[in-house]
């Protein structure tokens, strides 16, 4: 696998990570194989370009001062409005051992389920653990989603289209991405309003029925006595 260059300068101990940012400059430390902890700097728009292309399952070839180390990006910090790359680590590596690492998943294809019955589309793993030489390691593993012909139908480690000398660490029932079926618009049913009960001893409004069990209301009052009797 051809290597992406990035070159990186040896960081002065003095030299404060705000001040090269300030500069456009990352911050960056690189260790692992034959390196115990070096503190280095990169161009902040050649590193953006080689992370977007490299990811981390590609090897970079670091240019230090010419020294050359194959490393890959194992971690790297945005800044949270601007999104720029604020620092980065890399992991160097012996291309004569084997390494362990994630490599994304890409699918590929269309699904009968999505296309013909309306499926939604549901990713449950968008890596896997590799094992196998740096000059082995995939960009990123092709998984083909066209057998996805019915609801809850999937696919697993075992569909992944793996290259020579590439081993997958990952259980070959690991599901990877599946088809669910659209969800359904629940009907809204009006709770039922509560008939107005008349407080104890009040009469029901007018038209309306008495309370069950409640005394009927007063008859009007009878015309007034005549005053006196003759």
Do not use: W
């Amino acid at each position: 696998m051809e290597m992406i260059a990035l070159k990186a300068t040896v960081r002065e101990p003095s030299a404060k990570p705000r001040a090269l940012r300030r500069n456009r400059q990352v911050p960056c430390i690189v260790y692992g194989h034959d390196v115990k902890s070096l503190a280095v700097c990169c161009d902040e728009k050649e590193l953006h370009k080689v992370f977007a292309k490299a990811g981390e399952s590609t090897l970079v070839e670091l240019d230090v001062a010419g020294k050359k180390i194959p490393v890959l990006f194992k971690d790297i910090a945005f800044e949270p409005v601007s999104s720029r790359e604020v620092h980065a680590d890399f992991y160097a590596v012996n291309l004569k051992e084997e390494i362990e690492t994630l490599v994304p998943v890409k699918f590929e294809g269309e699904a009968p389920a999505i296309k013909e019955l309306g499926g939604i589309f549901v990713v449950t793993n968008e890596h896997v653990t590799v094992r196998c030489l740096p000059t082995d390691l995939p960009h990123e593993l092709v998984a083909d989603v066209s057998t996805l012909a019915e609801f809850h139908s999937s696919v697993t480690v075992k569909d992944l289209k793996i290259p020579k000398g590439v081993k997958i660490m990952d259980e070959e029932d690991t599901m990877l991405a599946t088809v669910q079926e659209p969800r359904k618009e629940e009907e809204i049913t009006p709770a039922p309003t509560a008939e107005a009960v008349p407080a104890e001893g009040a009469a029901p409004a007018e038209g309306a029925p008495a309370a069950e069990g409640a005394a009927p209301a007063a008859a009007p009052a009878a015309a007034a006595e005549s005053k006196g009797k003759k």
